[in-house]
């Protein structure tokens, strides 16, 4: 019979990072997971993990953080990993509009999958303000109509990735997801 040691933390929450393909996604994850950017990054086939620990007032929060393929011929693949989740990342690229026009889509299919489920909207790549395309006033005033949270953030300038931290987190436990965790 096999025997296991305590567990090395306190609470665990399963989060879902999706969006189009190339929005940034997997540049977020590997930001928050590993302080890494990589102007190189491989496009991801199916799905991707990536696990932290963070500490949030003295309980070990442990992270699974699944990284999905915006690409449609993976849309049955990774709609499988919506069970069990607690939050989902909603990612666009502020300088693609057509990524923010496909968020209507992706929140359909997170309440088409989940029940319930936490979800935040997350403008990536706004580094360079010439070259975007989706106004923060829109982005904003759009997610208050559908009643979830937005930032902006930039994963190559490690802009905004970890500094949502405890205060929100206190008050509603359940946005334990990047990047509301400061670790």
């Known amino acids: 019979m096999a ?6 933390y306190d609470h665990l929450f399963k989060l879902l990072i999706i969006g189009d393909s190339g929005v940034g996604k997997s540049s977020l994850l ?3 997971a590993d302080n890494v950017f990589s102007e190189n ?9 990536k696990i932290r620990t963070v500490d949030v007032d003295g309980q070990r929060v442990k992270l699974q953080i699944w990284d999905t393929a915006g690409q449609e011929r ?13 939050g989902v990342v909603v990612v666009y690229d502020v300088t693609n509009g057509e990524s923010f026009s496909n968020v ?6 997170i309440d088409a999958n989940c029940e319930s ?3 935040i909207l997350v403008g990536n790549k706004n580094e360079d303000p010439t070259r975007r ?15 979830i949270k937005f930032f902006e953030t930039s994963a190559k300038e490690n802009s905004n990735v970890e500094e949502h ?5 206190r008050a509603h436990p359940s946005l334990l997801f990047v990047p509301f965790v400061q670790g």
Do not use: C, N
Not at 41 to 49: A, K, R
Not at 133 to 147: C, G, K, N, P, Y
């Open 104 to 109: 209507k889509r992706w929140l359909h299919e």
């Open 30 to 32: 590997l930001r928050f």
């Open 74 to 86: 993976f849309r049955t693949i990774t709609s499988t990993y919506y069970r069990g989740t607690h």
């Open 3 to 8: 025997t296991y040691g305590p567990r090395d």
């Open 41 to 49: 990054y491989i496009t991801t086939i199916g799905v991707d993990f």
């Open 165 to 169: 931290e405890a205060p929100r987190i």
């Open 117 to 119: 489920v936490q979800k």
């Open 133 to 147: 395309i989706v106004l923060e006033s829109d982005a904003r005033q759009f997610a208050d109509t559908m009643h």
